[in-house]
């Protein structure tokens, strides 16, 4: 695993991802490789090429079977993608949009001579965390060859994403969300380490074994890589990622109108990925695939965009009592000391994972639980005064907010409450106001800090719908309580 770049803050990491470009070699190689230069994100991102082949003719030429109804085209929900735009009707269920042969996706592929040996030794360096700095070594290699079977896909992919490492420092500042700052920090410091570790290892293998045919790697292009294979690849059976040229410009929906189908094992013979259609496809609709159900962090961090009204983003918060403390007094809520548990209430946190060696104190507001079920039932537990009832129930029961007040309306209303000023002290740590970032919206900033306000105004927005969920039901529990 790359270390973190030794005295590298988050200001000079993310100056000198910036500023680093691709040094081209001597004019003398330029018939034999392609340039690495890429830029920071922009609102129009220009192709690799200003004149990329037809990727849909390619997929078509080298075996693979693209529906006749399909084109790329901009879509004015979604922008650039797969659509149905020259359809001639409506596309069926079931249909087959779009078929690869095993030879078209991209991958990690076991070495063939000394440069592939090359490429895999500098990828058996990246965490596994960063699978998508992996493939995009792969793909890194590819771009460099002047014949590189792949081309035609590559001449297709943007010069730039619109991902966080790219965004301008102040954009950063104006995501306003510290778990999310941490991971685009640890990106650009392991992009900065990788780089030496790079420039160390190909310094000293000879120019035919250099898998990037004798360019110089930066971190730029590492990080133009790793965001293209973030943004684009897909996980299938093994779980071993992919590019996959064409599928991988449908876009994305909660509520796909298509399917990916992977038939046979990748080391098969008969390997192949297929788009088919989950419903009816009308003309001109895009086609669109489910990338996973994840917060707005995900999507931003690795595909470059946010999720309006995202039924699975949430906030992180850490468990602590303290804060606990602090906002159950906030509330109003006369309780224990949350920080100083009772030796019974202690046993059921360690059941949580909130107490004790190794515990995950990672917790969350938002989603579709509304609530973290770890952290509901260690507040229901800390507010309830009788062991013996609390034993009467499962930690799932415990965990659950549609229960029915398991422990009394009285312990439930609190803990409401204590949540809900939890999601009140959330909404602080933003520095700006919902009308506040609507109005920036409204004056069309540019892309990145359209992404980053859009990003945190998402957030609150979803912060509010939690509390408005959480009011009714303690509303609910004072009537019940006012007719017992």
Known sequence: MAAAAAGATPTTARKALLSTTSTLLSSSLARSRRSLSCCAAS??????SQQPPDLLRWVQREGGFVHPGLRVADHPEYGLGV??????????????????PGRIPLRLRRPADAADAVLMQLADQVPEELWAMR????????????????????????????????????????????????QINKRCRFLLEFEKEVTQKLGNVPSGDHPFCGQDVHSSSLGWAMSAASSRAFRLHGEIPMLLPLVDMCNHSFRPNARIVQVADVDSPDMSVKVVAEMQIDQNSAVTLNYGCYPNDFYLLDYGFVVKLNPYDHVELSYDGNLLDAASMAAGV???????????????????????????????????????????AALRVLLAADPETVGKHDLKTLMSLSSNAPLGPTVEASALRT?????????????????????????????????????????????????????RRTKMLSAEKSTV
């Open 334 to 376: 006369s309780s224990p000391n949350f920080s100083t548990p009772a030796k019974w209430q202690q046993d059921i946190l360690s059941q949580l994972n909130l107490h004790g060696e190794g515990s995950v104190l990672k917790v969350s507001l938002g989603g579709p639980d509304i609530v973290d079920g770890r952290l509901l």
């Open 419 to 471: 949540v809900l000023a939890l999601c009140a002290i959330a909404l602080q740590h933003f520095h700006t106001k919902i009308m506040e970032d609507e109005a920036i919206l409204k004056g069309e900033p540019p892309l990145t800090t359209e992404l980053a306000v859009q990003f945190r105004l998402q957030k609150k927005l979803m912060l509010v719908d939690v509390m408005q969920n959480l009011s």
């Open 135 to 182: 493939l995009g070594l792969r793909l890194l290699q590819e771009r460099t060859k002047s014949d590189s079977f792949w081309w035609p896909y590559i001449a297709n992919l943007p010069e730039t994403f619109t991902v966080p490492i790219f965004f301008p420092g102040e954009d950063i500042k104006n995501l306003q969300y510290a778990p999310l700052l941490h």
């Open 83 to 100: 659509s149905a735009t020259a359809a001639d009707g409506v596309i069926p269920p079931g249909a087959v949009l779009i078929d690869l």
């Open 43 to 48: 609102a129009a991102a220009p192709r690799i």
